[in-house]
């Protein structure tokens, strides 16, 4: 979080929200080496989600540098283009495998709808906050680094079609990861309460895994590489 600083006589709190914008490998878009349509993608396809989140301050006796304990959630949905291109590919690949199976070049698929997932960070972190000098007009500035763990969860996928006159449907569940993360941040206070800052944040690297259910039958699938998750933080909050 970056929301928040300058040395306080005693333990604060402040909630915060905000704008999160993909960085790296986490906002690519390449088809090819998308993680979720390529066996060994390293590329997210995440586009601008939001950003929520709350902590606890406190400052080191006699200092006034504050340590802190903060939990944030963020939610990044699925680039529209990126979208586009896997559909286009996904229901061309489909129906050459369901033609190929059948034996008849002819089969159509007659209705194809894809369900994209979200992906959800919850990290938590714990570090220091230093206050770098007062700018006047109860207005002071501020840099601060913090250490943790993050949860990743993504929404499950979903594909539907029609081929033949029957409906089918295949889901990708993925399992839930536990990273190392860090932030590092910048930002002003004003008039004691009022916060505004922003923050580079790494979530970890880790291997999205899941399951493949189509009907009753499920397997196993590892999707992707090491997806290193990055973003960019904007925030306004409220110090209590």
Known sequence: ?????????????????????PTGNFGGTNLYRNALSSDYG??????FGFNIGARYMRPFPDSKVNWFLSVDFFCNGYDSDLKDA??????????????KAQGNNTLKVEYFEI?????????????????????????SF?????????????KDMRITFECDNEQFESKFSFDESLAFAYQIGAGLKFKDHF?????????????????VISGDNWNESQTTENLITTMLCVRLGWLF
């Not at 979080?1 to 914008?21: E, I, P, W």
């Open 1 to 21: 979080m970056t929301l928040f600083a300058t040395a306080v006589s005693s333990q604060s709190a402040a909630v915060y929200g905000g704008l999160a914008v």
């Open 195 to 211: 916060l505004i800052g922003a923050g580079l944040y790494n979530l970890g690297a880790d291997i999205i895994k899941g399951k």
């Open 86 to 99: 896997i559909g286009t590919w996904a229901h061309y690949q489909l129906e050459q495998s369901i033609r």
């Open 142 to 154: 501020w840099i601060e680094v913090g250490l943790g763990a993050n949860f990743r969860k993504l």
């Open 115 to 139: 369900e994209y997932p979200y992906y959800y960070n919850i990290p938590f972190m714990a570090g220091i906050n230093c206050p770098i000098f007062d700018l006047g007009q109860n207005c």
């Open 42 to 47: 390293d590329q997210g396809g995440a586009t």
